[in-house]
C-alpha cells in the first residue's frame, strides 16, 4: 500500500503558531523533506521531533520529486515542509503534489500558518472576494501584468521583498493610481508585526522615509464599480 504525502505549513513568525496536528504527523513520518534542513532544523529541535530530513528546494524539486514518490508508493510515509508557511504558497511543493496525484497518490495538506490570510483579514479591505497573485516578476511580463490588475475588481494580495518594495509602491501608483486604499503588512506573526494602511500614495511615502524590513505581503483595493451603472441581466 502507497504511503501518504503530508504537507505541513509551519510557522510565519511565531512558533507557537504550529498546530498539535503539524507536530504530530512530524513526529510519525517516516521522512521530512525540507526546503531549507538548518532552517528547518531549529523548528524540529524545539518540538522534540527526530526523524530523517532531507533538502527539498526549488532548485532539485523536479529531480528529486520522482524519487520521492517512489518512496511514497514503496510505502513510506512522507511530511514536507518550507521555511515558513504552507509549501506550495510561492515555495516548492506543487510540482510533487502535482506528481502524487497522478499516480494517485494521497495528498494531506494540512491547514494552518500563511502570511497571506493574516495580512488580507487585517487589512480591512474586503476579504470575501480577492486574488492571490504572489511574487510579481521581476522583469519579463510584469508591466503586461499590472496593466491587467488595473482592471481587478478583486481585492489583490501580493508578496515582496523589502528591497523591491518602494519600486513595487511606485508602479502600483502608476498603474492603480495613488489613491487606491492598500495595506502593507510586515513581519506577520513576530514581535515587530505592523500593518501600515492608507492610500498607496500615502503608504509609499512612508516606506521611503522608513527603511522596510522583514517579510512584505501588500494587499491592495481592487478597482472600484463605475457608480450608477445598471448590471446587465
Not at 113 to 138: K, M
Amino acid at each position: 500500500m502507497a504511503g501518504i504525502l503530508y504537507i505541513v505549513p509551519t510557522p510565519v513568525g511565531n512558533l507557537e503558531d504550529m498546530t498539535l496536528r503539524a507536530v504530530r504527523v512530524l513526529k510519525e513520518a517516516d521522512l521530512i523533506l525540507a526546503e531549507d534542513t538548518r532552517t528547518s532544523s531549529v523548528l524540529l529541535k524545539h518540538y522534540d521531533i527526530h526523524k530523517p530530513l532531507r533538502s527539498h528546494h526549488k532548485f532539485n524539486e523536479h529531480k528529486a520529486s520522482q524519487e520521492v514518490v517512489n518512496e511514497l508508493l514503496a510505502g513510506k510515509n512522507i511530511a514536507l515542509i518550507s521555511d515558513a508557511g504552507t509549501p506550495g504558497i510561492s515555495d516548492p511543493g506543487f510540482f510533487l503534489a502535482r506528481l502524487c496525484a497522478a499516480e494517485g497518490i494521497e495528498v494531506q495538506t494540512l491547514p494552518g500558518a500563511t502570511a497571506c490570510i493574516p495580512a488580507l483579514v487585517s487589512s480591512g479591505l474586503p476579504c470575501d472576494r480577492f486574488c492571490f497573485e504572489g511574487f510579481l516578476p521581476v522583469k519579463k511580463g510584469r508591466q503586461t501584468l499590472l496593466q491587467t490588475l488595473a482592471e481587478e475588481p478583486r481585492t489583490m494580495v501580493f508578496y515582496e521583498s523589502p528591497y523591491r518594495l518602494v519600486k513595487t509602491l511606485e508602479q502600483f501608483a502608476q498603474y492603480f493610481g495613488e489613491d487606491r486604499p492598500c495595506s502593507v503588512a510586515r513581519e506577520i506573526s513576530k514581535k515587530f508585526e505592523e500593518h501600515r494602511r492608507g492610500s498607496i500614495g500615502q503608504v509609499l511615502e512612508h516606506f521611503k522615509k522608513t527603511e522596510p524590513k522583514g517579510e512584505i505581503v501588500i494587499i491592495v483595493a481592487g478597482k472600484p464599480a463605475v457608480r450608477g451603472k445598471a448590471s446587465e441581466e
